[in-house]
């Protein structure tokens, strides 16, 4: 965010998405969970914690950098390798609770950024669409929601992709090895850190959400007909 600061819109728009991709991630983690016989999750509390609780401190910095982050793991019942494939489901609920935003927000960019035609009678009236400051607003809303649909996926702990592939993988002594480092030596949050901050500190260097943001967006535009290039 702190590259945006000058940029109205865009700062609204990436604050806006930032607070609903929060709630709406936690809720659909935990109203999926309920539904497959998981109390846990709703049991914790999460569904009316305050934003810093959903939030690590870490996650926290990268936002206010970057304008993208991670939440908080949600506790669920993983004990049994069947609860592990119900855990997996209602963890992959989050990620899909940003996608569904970023394709909301690509609809509603659709309409705000092209002229609105109202026709009376036999004659046509055009009234510009809302354009400028809303259109900008709108777009910044899906590009967070789809870069945080990203994050939320890559592979690391304590990431949503992490939690699912450690917790499908299998329960070799190395495997749960890597995992302790990943997790509880905050090795998996160093390595998304780095994912997230030194594409925007230093320039040239790759990033994994850029390289992933225009193919994504660009897809769910050609769903409805938006060219997005």
Do not use: C
């Amino acid at each position: 965010m702190l590259f945006h600061l000058a940029e109205p819109a865009a700062l609204l728009g990436i604050v806006l998405a930032l607070l609903i991709g929060i709630y709406a991630h936690d809720t659909a983690q935990v109203i999926v969970a309920r539904l497959l016989q998981d109390r846990g999750p709703l049991r914790s509390g999460r569904l009316t914690a305050s934003v810093k609780d959903r939030v690590s401190p870490f996650s926290a910095v990268a936002m206010i950098i970057s304008g993208v982050g991670w939440t908080e793991p949600i506790p669920m019942n993983d004990v049994w390798r069947k609860r592990r494939f119900h855990v997996a489901v209602a963890v992959l609920a989050g990620p899909l609770a940003y996608l569904v935003l970023a394709f909301a927000a690509i609809i509603g960019f659709k309409f705000v950024s092209q002229p609105l035609i109202i026709v009376e009678g036999s004659r046509i009236v055009e009234i510009a669409g809302a354009g400028g400051f809303v259109a900008k607003l709108v777009l910044w809303l899906a590009v967070t929601f789809a870069s945080l649909f990203i994050v939320s996926l890559i592979p690391i702990p304590p990431a949503d992709g992490g939690r699912v592939l450690f917790g499908l993988g299998p329960q070799s002594p190395s495997w749960r090895k890597a995992e302790y480092q990943l997790r509880e030596n905050n090795v998996g949050i160093v390595i998304l850190l780095a994912a997230i901050l030194l594409p925007k500190l230093f320039l040239g260097f790759p990033s994994v959400v850029d390289q992933l943001l225009l193919p994504l967006l660009t897809g769910l535009a050609d769903i409805i007909n938006l060219h997005i290039r």
